[in-house]
């Protein structure tokens, strides 16, 4: 599995560092941050393409992308490491999607304010969970929110059926490593075999990914 970690990496290092930073610079201070959520530019990436299912599944192989994105980082890193390990991919999309007013985390009425105040709330997925028994590993992305992953992925971790399989986590943020956010992951799904997660901002430093 240390093989199939390091193959990510590869993979995610291959994305055209111009597009990723056109992407991070046009939500600085915005896709995550250490105190506050996520913003998104365009509300689209949040809801499915018209004449596709919520949360539509591609079905190839015994290995698992699943994400969610506000902004599109973590869907621009998601889409990359599916297509380069030949893996399935799936979407988490909130059956309620994110609008830009719900994502401003300025503003304390927002509805990511509302969501973070109540740590018991867990996002609606659109479509339900995904199928996971025909996958061995399963590759867990989204953008960092109050150093935390956003709970939608909470309902996806909590509700999933990981036992004995191998959840790899990896997260985009401007700032924040990863941190408690995998830890917090972990004990939602003791049952997996979860390895160390990853961060992936604007600029990656290839040298502290492959080690």
Known sequence: MKK????????VLSLSLAACGQLAS???????SSTGSSTSSSSASSAPEQGEQPGELE????????????SGNTEAVAETLADTLGADIFELVPEQPYTDD??????????????????????TIA???????????????????????????WNFVE??????????????SMSDGIGSSGDTLVEMA???????????????????VTQ
Do not use: M
């Open 4 to 11: 199939v970690y390091c193959t990510l990496i590869a993979a």
């Open 102 to 123: 719900d994502l401003n985390w300025n503003n304390p009425d927002s509805r990511v304010n509302a969501e973070h105040e109540d740590p018991s709330h867990r996002t």
């Open 159 to 172: 509700n999933s059926d990981l036992a004995g399989k191998t959840v790899i986590p990896f997260c985009t």
């Open 190 to 208: 003791p049952g997996a075999n979860w390895l160390k997660g990853q961060r992936f901002g604007e600029n990656l430093d290839s040298a502290a």
């Open 59 to 70: 079905t190839a192989g015994g290995t698992l992308v699943v994400y969610f994105s506000a």
């Open 26 to 32: 046009s939500n600085q201070g915005q896709e995550s």
């Open 127 to 153: 479509g339900g969970i995904p199928d996971l028994s025909g996958y061995d590993t399963v590759l867990l992305g989204y953008p960092l929110w109050w150093r935390e992953a956003p709970s939608i992925v």
